[in-house]
């Protein structure tokens, strides 16, 4: 027997929460029976997710507590079996298992998180790579991040990427004539770098004001700091339009100019390589794993320079040439990314411990 902390199904769909949701379905239809997804007793976001998996909840207890007292309660009761942790957390003593890191933003960005939120994952992020049978992360960038934090043993360590939704690549037909504009998509918190973002673009617009920008995510307090939401909520160039279903977002990133993705620091960063699936330009960051990641099918930029960004928002939405050089290589670079090839390799881990 297998068990999953589906803890992820109580949490708002973001990029790990997609990782974990894809991973498990393929889990689902490869063991069967065989495997058990569990999450606490609270209010689930991802309910399609829930009855796909035919995900049971248990406990009195939510977040870390139900992690660390209930469902360590729950493993004793089905003999301690392998469990596997697809978010970031585990049971932190609970020994029989195979843990996952997404990154370590939370040391290398402190000002993006809550003081609660720090302390929390200070504490158990060492001893979930100290007690696990194996630790899965989503790049080579974040595998060497965690060998330089937590000094563990290379070979503990494997590096499963994430991959596209089938509906982005399936997204075709004739993009729809609309408004000229710039899209951005992401948790909007402080290291996604929005705001240099939204400075670059303002620039830009002085030069190109049928250009607008859309911005497309769930806000963080971290964003809003100085009250700069409410500054650029007044420009009518720029649109939020928070969190939105798959679907709009497909139609989005198929109408938009080109793609802009600037983060400050990604383990990962998925939104690229879903742009790139419907057929848009990227531009983004030259940091962290988004070079992994993009490899040569972006257009790369100096996130910490509003100058960079800006000069490479100009060139993508004016140069028609590279735009579509950009788009052809995109669409070969998603290809090397599969939910089935990474739900295999984690499989082949999962076999060498049960």
Same mark, same amino acid.
């Given at each position: 027997?297998?068990?999953?902390?589906?803890?992820?199904?109580?949490?708002?769909? /973001?990029?790990?929460?997609?990782?974990?949701?894809?991973?498990?379905?393929?889990?689902?239809?490869?063991?069967?029976?065989? !495997?058990?997804?569990?999450?606490?007793?609270?209010?689930?976001?991802?309910?399609?997710?829930?009855?796909?998996?035919?995900? %049971?909840?248990?406990?009195?207890?939510?977040?870390?507590?139900?992690?660390?007292?209930?469902?360590?309660?729950?493993?004793?009761?089905?003999?301690?079996?392998?469990? !596997?942790?697809?978010?970031?957390?585990?049971?932190?003593?609970?020994?029989?298992?195979?843990?996952?890191?997404?990154?370590?933003?939370?040391?290398?960005?402190?000002? /993006?998180?809550?003081?609660?939120?720090?302390?929390?994952?200070? %504490?158990?992020?060492?001893?979930?790579?100290?007690?696990?049978?194996?630790?899965?992360?989503?790049?080579?960038?974040?595998?060497?991040?965690?060998?330089?934090?937590?000094?563990?043993?290379?070979?503990?360590?494997?590096?499963?990427?994430?991959?596209?939704?089938?509906?982005?690549?399936?997204?075709?037909?004739?993009?729809?004539? /609309?408004?000229?504009?710039?899209?951005?998509?992401?948790?909007?918190?402080?290291?996604?770098?929005?705001?240099?973002?939204?400075?670059?673009?303002?620039?830009?617009?002085?030069?190109?004001?049928?250009?607008?920008?859309?911005?497309?995510?769930?806000?963080?307090?971290?964003?809003?700091?100085?009250?700069?939401?409410?500054?650029?909520?007044?420009?009518?160039?720029?649109?939020?339009?928070?969190?939105?279903?798959?679907?709009?977002? %497909?139609? @989005?990133?198929?109408?938009?100019?080109?793609?802009?993705?600037?983060?400050?620091?990604?383990?990962?960063?998925?939104?690229?390589?879903?742009?790139?699936?419907?057929?848009?330009?990227?531009?983004?960051?030259?940091?962290?794993?988004?070079?992994?990641?993009?490899?040569?099918?972006?257009?790369?930029?100096?996130?910490?320079? !509003?100058?960079?960004?800006?000069?490479? @928002?100009?060139?993508?939405?004016?140069?028609?040439?590279?735009?579509?050089?950009?788009?052809?290589?995109?669409?070969?670079?998603?290809?090397?990314?599969?939910?089935?090839?990474?739900?295999?390799? @984690?499989?082949?881990?999962?076999?060498?411990? !049960?």
């Amino acid at each position: 027997m297998i068990i999953v902390n589906a803890r992820f199904l109580t949490q708002e769909l /973001t990029g790990t929460q997609r990782f974990a949701t894809e991973i498990s379905k393929r889990l689902k239809d490869i063991f069967g029976k065989d !495997i058990i997804f569990v999450h606490p007793r609270d209010t689930v976001k991802l309910e399609d997710t829930k009855e796909e998996l035919k995900a %049971i909840s248990f406990g009195k207890r939510k977040g870390h507590l139900w992690e660390q007292i209930d469902l360590v309660n729950f493993l004793k009761d089905y003999n301690n079996p392998l469990l !596997i942790n697809l978010i970031n957390t585990a049971p932190i003593f609970y020994k029989n298992k195979i843990s996952t890191i997404h990154d370590i933003a939370w040391k290398r960005f402190p000002n /993006t998180y809550t003081r609660s939120f720090k302390i929390a994952y200070s %504490i158990i992020t060492p001893l979930m790579v100290k007690t696990s049978k194996h630790i899965v992360t989503v790049s080579e960038f974040s595998k060497k991040e965690i060998l330089k934090e937590f000094h563990t043993d290379e070979n503990k360590i494997s590096v499963i990427y994430n991959a596209v939704d089938e509906k982005f690549l399936k997204s075709k037909g004739r993009k729809k004539k /609309t408004e000229k504009y710039i899209l951005a998509v992401s948790s909007l918190n402080y290291r996604k770098n929005f705001h240099s973002l939204i400075k670059a673009f303002l620039r830009l617009n002085k030069k190109y004001p049928d250009v607008k920008l859309y911005v497309v995510g769930g806000l963080d307090k971290t964003f809003n700091r100085n009250n700069k939401l409410d500054i650029y909520k007044k420009n009518p160039s720029v649109k939020f339009l928070g969190r939105l279903k798959d679907k709009e977002l %497909i139609s @989005l990133y198929r109408n938009a100019l080109c793609f802009a993705y600037p983060s400050l620091y990604e383990g990962f960063g998925l939104p690229p390589l879903e742009a790139m699936a419907c057929g848009t330009p990227v531009v983004t960051s030259n940091v962290s794993s988004l070079p992994e990641v993009c490899g040569k099918a972006a257009l790369f930029v100096n996130p910490y320079s !509003i100058e960079s960004i800006q000069r490479g @928002l100009e060139k993508i939405i004016t140069d028609e040439n590279l735009r579509k050089e950009l788009i052809k290589k995109g669409k070969e670079q998603v290809k090397k990314y599969s939910w089935e090839k990474s739900a295999k390799k @984690l499989v082949d881990i999962i076999s060498c411990y !049960i």
